[in-house]
């Protein structure tokens, strides 16, 4: 805009930019955000200033965009102060109990009857693992007389019991709004498929990897003094030979290639809760019991009482699994070195002679422990119970 005078000179000139009338918006910011400023820009605003936590940095940026009526035409350039650091301590107990039966008859006998032989072989299948527990546990009777059939009776039996015991407590920081992954674990090979040069005529394998273990996840946000919302996943995984399969590979018109692919037992959790600083919850709680019996017989005989037992075989398998994932968050601060110690603190190894003659594997400081005298106390001690 330009002013001129009644002789034609200009007086003045004013650049004027029409933009969103904030001074509502303003006056909101001042008393809910007061280190917020907000400035148009075109049809958009931007936010400038200082904040205390990523919370209210997107609350301030609802507010714009509730303005312009869109988020995109919002610039958020709010700077959060001192932004928290979450410490997260989880617990993975795991208790897992297996019990395996098998019980079971081959039977096989032989007669002669002039030219004629005939011969009779039941060979009892195990199915509920697909395999007996060991090859060669195996009791064998044979009755041989003159003139009649060779019978042969071998009995396989075997029973399994095992408990499997898994303990982890990753613990992990991360900083207010920010993820943190972790894995305890390792890789296990698996054929991808298989690749031949035209010209030599060679083919080699292609691998994959696959993790396992203990892995560990989580996003966390303070959203005041002491409350923090963490979204969590955890994962225990581990190698299993249940469902595992067989691939072979024809190396040759008479040589074959066998690779056995293990299955991965998984159990996983993810949620997004809101807990206290220091509070613990139970994120996951399992509890599972799953049992399996199976018989396999000669049709007919193998309902005959007693005898049956001679022409079938029988499975019974029994798993239980108590899973357990406990999780506590803490608000923390960085701290000095010398506040932190490391496992490695104070050891170092034998000498030669000292293992060769003592038998010790790390050498020992000072000096023999001391009794100290019991001196009179006053006032009281011992326990304090609330």
Do not use: W
């Amino acid at each position: 805009m330009v002013f001129f005078d009644a002789d034609g000179q200009q007086v003045a000139g004013y650049d004027i930019a029409v933009k969103r009338d904030l001074n509502g918006v303003r006056a909101a910011l001042r008393q809910s955000l007061p280190g917020v400023q907000i400035e148009g820009v075109g049809e958009g605003v931007v936010l400038t200033g200082s904040v205390s936590s990523p919370i209210e940095a997107q609350q301030a940026g609802d507010i714009a965009a509730r303005l312009v009526g869109s988020a995109d035409k919002v610039v958020n350039s709010i700077v959060v102060r001192g932004r928290d650091q979450v410490m997260l301590k989880v617990h993975v107990a795991e208790v897992r109990r297996d019990i395996i039966k098998q019980l079971g008859i081959d039977l096989s006998a032989s007669m002669n009857a002039g030219t004629a032989v005939v011969n009779f072989n039941n060979s009892n299948p195990f199915t509920a693992l697909g395999r007996p527990l060991v090859s060669d546990n195996a009791l064998s009777a044979a009755s041989i007389v003159k003139g009649l059939p060779t019978v042969t009776a071998t009995m396989r039996a075997m029973e399994s019991a095992g408990i499997f015991r898994t303990l982890a407590e990753p613990n992990l920081t991360a900083i207010s709004g920010e993820s943190a992954t972790f894995i305890a674990g390792g890789e296990f090979p698996i054929p991808a498929g298989y690749s031949c040069d035209p010209t030599t005529h060679v083919c080699t394998t292609q691998i994959t990897y696959k993790k396992f273990g203990i892995s560990l996840n989580f996003t966390p946000v303070v959203l005041s003094e002491g409350r923090i919302s963490l979204r969590v996943m955890t994962e225990v995984s581990e190698l299993s030979n249940d469902n595992a399969i067989t691939v072979s590979q024809a190396l040759t018109s008479t040589t074959t290639n066998s690779i056995t692919i293990p299955s991965i037992r998984t159990r996983r959790a993810e949620t997004t809760l809101e807990i206290p600083s220091g509070g613990s919850m139970a994120m996951a709680g399992l509890i599972q019991q799953q049992t399996k019996q199976a018989i396999n017989g000669l049709p007919g005989l193998d309902q005959v009482p007693i005898l049956g037992q001679l022409f079938r075989s029988q499975d019974y398998v029994n798993n239980e699994t108590e899973l357990m994932v406990l999780v506590t968050p803490y608000v923390v601060r960085a701290v000095s070195q010398s506040e932190l110690s490391r496992p490695d603190d104070g050891f170092a190894p034998a000498s030669d002679s000292q293992s060769a003659l003592l038998a010790r594997i790390n050498r020992l400081y000072g000096i023999a422990a001391r009794i100290e005298p019991v001196g009179s106390y006053q006032g009281n001690f011992g326990f304090i119970l609330d």
